[in-house]
């Protein structure tokens, strides 16, 4: 069984300097124009960091239901996923009754709220703190990962058939979540679908061919746009 961890550590051991992704932000928010590169170590950091906070602190083991209530195409997304995977739990993205831990940028919410664990994100790339107040309990991601560890061993591994992803009213196994043949070259591809679901799917097909991903959130450039060319973007997810 291949697994998402599996992904990453060949991509790691094939290069780890090499760009895993890179993001640009074209929307009209606080955090408009951001450029946000990760290469394939430092992506692989962010990955353990939060899959030490999942496990340590909030006990997530396989089985546990991690609800992702985070944008797409968005970094944060895609290393909170692969963390839930790490940690052989399962990835939640259309909201789960009874999920061990919700993490939001919205942690008023009602469905915040009704959370027992929950984990507050700040999308902007340099946040230190989230911005406003957080009720007691809730984690502020951006003051506490970085206490965390930069490497990552689980405590349990998934069975094959334990839920990896829950969306659109359909689930995916871990048997079932990457294919066992790369689908697609290794290419450096632009991803900008808003649909979390597609979102996650595009990069374990990118990455699992051994690609790089260029995300752009707020904005649809086609390939050829100057931006793209300059980022060595050859294909579209």
């Known amino acids: ?79 909170w996923a692969f963390a839930t995977w790490a940690v052989g739990a399962t990835v939640s993205l259309d909201g789960h009754e009874g999920a061990d831990v919700l993490i939001t940028t919205d942690p008023d919410s009602e469905s915040a709220q009704d959370a027992d664990e929950v984990i507050a994100v700040s999308l902007a790339a340099l946040a230190r703190k989230f911005e406003g107040n957080l009720r007691s309990g809730v984690m502020d991601e951006a003051h506490e990962i970085s206490s965390y560890g930069d490497d990552f061993t689980a405590w349990d591994e998934p069975e094959e058939d334990t839920n990896a992803l829950d969306a659109r009213d359909d689930n995916t196994t871990y048997a079932d979540l990457i294919p066992q043949t790369p689908v697609g070259e290794a290419a450096r591809t632009l991803v900008t679908t808003t649909d979390p679901h597609e979102f996650l799917n595009q990069l374990l097909q990118v990455w699992g061919a051994g690609g790089s991903v260029v995300m752009v959130r707020g904005g649809n450039p086609s390939v050829d746009d100057e931006r793209m060319q300059t980022e060595g973007v050859t294909a579209r997810a």
């Open 1 to 79: 069984m291949l697994t998402p961890a599996d992904v990453v550590a060949r991509l790691l051991s094939e290069d780890a300097t090499q760009p895993a992704l890179t993001y640009y932000d074209d929307t009209d928010g606080p955090t408009a124009g951001e450029r946000i590169e990760l290469s394939r170590k430092v992506f692989n950091t962010w990955v353990c960091k939060a899959a030490n906070a999942l496990q340590e602190g909030f006990d997530v083991s396989p089985g546990s239901v991690v609800w992702l209530q985070l944008p797409a195409p968005h970094w944060r997304l895609a290393y």
